[in-house]
Structures are given as C-alpha cells and as structure tokens.
C-alpha cells in the first residue's frame, strides 16, 4: 500500500457520512435533474487524440555544486592530493540540459499544434508526444508573448485529427467545460468544472481577457485546451493560482476570441500584427466621470496622443473620452487596447468619444503597432520626488497646492520642457487632496475643467465658475517635466 492510499484511507475511516436531501420536485427540479453532465467518456474518448504532451529542453552552462575547500598548510602530506583534486579553477563546467513538460493540441490535419509560450521559451528542443505513443520533432512557427501563445508544426506520417475552435464570448458562467492535459507529466487526464468567471485581470499583459473555472488544472497543464460540452476548444489553459503548486480550483484560460487570431498570425506571418492607434490612456474614476458630466465612469481616457499617430491625425484629443470602437463597447480603459489590437491594420473605424460632455464620432485608420512604439497603455503613477530648492516666487493656494506663474527660472529648477505652459504646481501640503492624488511639486496645470490657464489667477477663476455651475469636482490637465499627461480630478471645497 502506497503512502498516498494509507492516508486516504485514514481520512475516509474517520470522516463522517453526510446525506444530502434531494430537491423536492417543483422548484427547484431542474436544478436537481441537472447537477451536471451524466458522463463525459464518449466526449473525451474523441478528442483525447487530438491533445498532446510538450517535452521541451534546454542546455544552460553548469555551476559547480560543491564548493571549493580551504586547503591544507603547504606542508602537510595530504597537500598534493588536494592539488591534484581541486585545482580545477580554469576548468568550464560542462553545460547540461534542463527540460520541461507542458500539453498542447493539434489544429490542423498536416500538423500544426498550439501551445503556450512559457512552455517552449528558450527550449533548443522541443518534442510533440501523442496519445498512441508516437513522438516527432516539432519547429517553432511562432510566439507571442503577451497573449502567451505559441505554435509549432510538425510532419506527420499520416493526417492528424485537428481540434476546431468555437466563440467563447456565447459560453455563461456556470456552463459546463472539460479540459485535457498533461499535469504534472502524468499524460491524457481529463478533469471536468464549469466557467466560474469571465474576464479575469492577471495583470500579466495588456491584453489579459483570461476565461476562470474550475476544472483541475496543475503544473504540466499549460497550453491544453479548454473544451465546452460539444467537444470545441474555447479556450487555453495557461495559469493558476495556488500556494501549494497544486490546484485547488482557480484555473484560466486564454479565450478563444483572443486566441484564434493571434495563431492565424503567427501561422501566416511568424509574428503578431496588431492594431495601434498612438494614445496613451488611463481609467476613468467616479470623481473624473463626475467632473466630465458623464453618468457613470466607463470608458478609457486619453492622457495624450503620438505625433503623427493615427489617433492625433483623426482629430482625437487629449481629455476625449473613448466609450465606443467600431461598434464594441468600452467599458473599462483595458478593454481599448485588446480591441485596438484585434482589429485589421489599414481599416477606417468610428470612434465615439465624449467631449465637453457631448458624443463625438471621429473615423480613425488603423495603423500597426511596433514593438519600439508605445500602443494604448495606462498611464503610470510617478512616485513623488522631492521637489528641488526654488527662490520664493508669488504664491497661490488652493485645493491643498501651492501654485507659481511658469517662469524661465522655474523651468531651469524644475527641468521643465521649454514648450509646457501653464501653472507650476510649486509645492503640495502633506495630507491634502492634492497629496492623496499623487499631484508633486513640479508638475504643471495645463487646463482646469478642460480649459486652459497661465496664472494661478485663472485656476482661481475656473474652480469658482465650476462651483457655481454646481460642479462637485475639478478635472486637472497635469503634465509632467518631460510634457506626458495625465488627468487627476480633486473634489471641490464650497
């Protein structure tokens, strides 16, 4: 008996047996008539084939694991041996080959296979294992590490039997899904769950859109699919969050929608071809919503725009609002640059933005995103720096900041690019609205309420008419020394 079945066994004999009452029939009925699928064997008995085990190796430069000695006095006897022993110290360790499992699954009959990048990165060999035994070679087509996908080819001796993708976005949470794969390098398993959440933000790239259910998933699963109940892929399985290593129900997959055009790249092109538009962006907070006059706070800001991007030759400006792109909505600021990306390179796409609280439509052409340009990103909270020594100027203050006329002088102080105008932000009291809204010593007020000012007399004059027009908030056109934006909205004091 096995260590694991002892302990299972010891839990079992000292469990207590709990029975659940059944529904009464009623209400209720069909939720005790459908607890979940009666069996999954047919289903996964056809597609087991079709998902295979990614072993991957890697030759890096050894390091001496025992550690040299302090030697003997010269004059012992034993100080030949240790010569002789360890003088090794222009000697190079020998390289040696680390590898590594991970799934994957075919998606064309002459031998293309998907699966995440994090399982081939750096690998000097990579090796596709199928179901029946079978082992071949596999060349590296493609990766793209934002979304982590990867795809290979291989060349089989006889037509492989492909999986077919389906929409994700038509699945609900609660369905029914199955994934297969190879954890922990056991082979085909098959585990079963449901779709717990859409959605999901990892943080772990700008285009994080990730499908979370609960279908076993552990380490080896990366890069297997995730199956909805008539046998098509909807997503890849690429995460988990556990403390132990092991899973204990959080799993992700990366989404079809997103998935199926980025392998359609990397298949035809070797590369990933995104859209770009040239904005910088950042959320839009309640306090931010309320001072644009819009209802809810949804959408994506636009901090600034690249010269000569598609966005600034469209007409699209710093403080618009984005809330709609060729057709799809934009609820929150991650959602502009995942549908920026999807979209084709070169099309002409309306753009509804909010503007002096009014919808602006503006045609936007697609360009294609570089890795060297800056696409649709958040905009960074600085960490305050200390401000530098300044000579006392005419102060102002307001809303918890001490406010400058722009000077020649103050520039030099300051660092200040030479075409920023607007008021100096000269200092900011501990524990004002100021402070808790990351505005530092040195920024620069370009606009109040979206209109511009040049003297602490005009910030004065706009929160005053923004009171009486029964504004409750202000928003701040802030740039930065070196001329990037940002919008900070500070609650008003009657």
């Not at 009925?29 to 084939?49: I, K, N, T, Y």
């Not at 998907?114 to 750096?122: A, C, E, M, Q």
């Not at 954890?183 to 943080?203: E, H, Y």
């Not at 102060?395 to 520039?411: A, C, W, Y």
Request: avoid cysteine.
């Amino acid at each position: 008996m096995t260590a694991i079945s002892r302990h299972v066994r010891a839990a079992l004999a000292g469990a207590a047996l709990v029975v659940l009452p059944l529904a009464p029939i009623g209400v209720g009925a069909a939720v005790a008539q459908e607890v979940g699928p009666r069996s999954v064997a047919d289903l996964a008995e056809g597609l087991l084939g079709s998902v295979v085990n990614i072993s991957t190796s890697q030759r890096v430069d050894a390091e001496r694991s025992v550690p040299m000695p302090d030697t003997p006095d010269e004059d012992t006897p034993f100080q030949e041996f240790f010569d002789e022993f360890f003088d090794q110290d222009d000697a190079v360790p020998d390289p040696r080959r680390v590898q590594s499992l991970g799934s994957g699954f075919v998606i064309s009959a002459d031998g293309v296979v998907v699966t995440n990048n994090h399982v081939v990165k750096d690998a000097d060999e990579v090796v596709v294992n199928f179901a029946d035994g079978s082992k071949l070679e596999a060349k590296i087509l493609g990766v793209d590490p934002k979304t982590d996908l990867a795809v290979l080819k291989v060349d089989p001796p006889k037509p492989l039997k492909p999986l077919e993708f389906a929409a994700s976005e038509d699945l609900r949470v609660g369905d029914w899904v199955m994934a297969i794969g190879n954890p922990f390098g056991l082979g085909g398993t098959v585990t079963v769950g449901i779709i717990s959440a859409r959605n999901r933000n990892l943080q772990s790239g700008p285009y994080d859109d990730f499908i979370q259910t609960d279908a076993a998933i552990n380490r080896g699963n990366s890069g297997g699919p995730l199956f909805d109940m008539n046998g098509h892929v909807i997503g890849i399985n690429t995460a988990i969050i556990s403390p132990s290593g092991g899973s204990i129900g959080i799993g992700f997959a990366i989404p079809s929608e997103i998935a199926v055009s980025v392998i359609t790249q990397l298949q035809q092109y070797g590369e990933t071809r995104r859209g770009w538009m040239g904005v910088r962006i950042q959320s839009v907070s309640d306090e931010i919503a309320e001072s644009l006059g819009m209802a809810a706070p949804k959408g994506a800001l636009i901090a600034g725009v690249t010269a000569e991007g598609p966005a600034e030759k469209a007409g699209i400006q710093a403080g618009d609002v984005v809330t709609r792109f060729d057709g799809r909505d934009v609820n929150e600021m991650r959602d502009l640059p995942r549908i920026v990306a999807e979209t084709t390179i070169g099309k002409t796409v309306p753009v509804t933005v909010m503007r002096d609280g009014n919808e602006v439509e503006i045609a936007v052409e697609i360009g294609q995103l570089e890795e060297s340009e800056a696409r649709a990103t958040p905009v960074e909270e600085a960490t305050p720096e200390p401000a530098p020594a300044t000579p006392a100027p005419e102060k102002t203050s307001v809303l918890g900041m001490i406010l400058s006329p722009l000077t020649d002088e103050q520039r030099q102080v300051f660092e200040i690019a030479d075409d920023i105008d607007g008021v100096l932000v000269l200092e900011v009291e501990d524990d004002s609205r100021a402070a808790e809204k990351r505005v530092t010593a040195g920024d620069v007020i370009l606009e109040v309420g979206q209109r511009q000012v040049s003297a602490p007399e005009d910030v004065l004059e706009r929160l005053d008419k923004l009171r009486e027009d029964g504004r409750n908030t202000a928003i701040l056109t802030l740039s930065n020394k070196a001329g990037q934006l940002r919008f900070t909205a500070l609650r008003l004091d009657k």
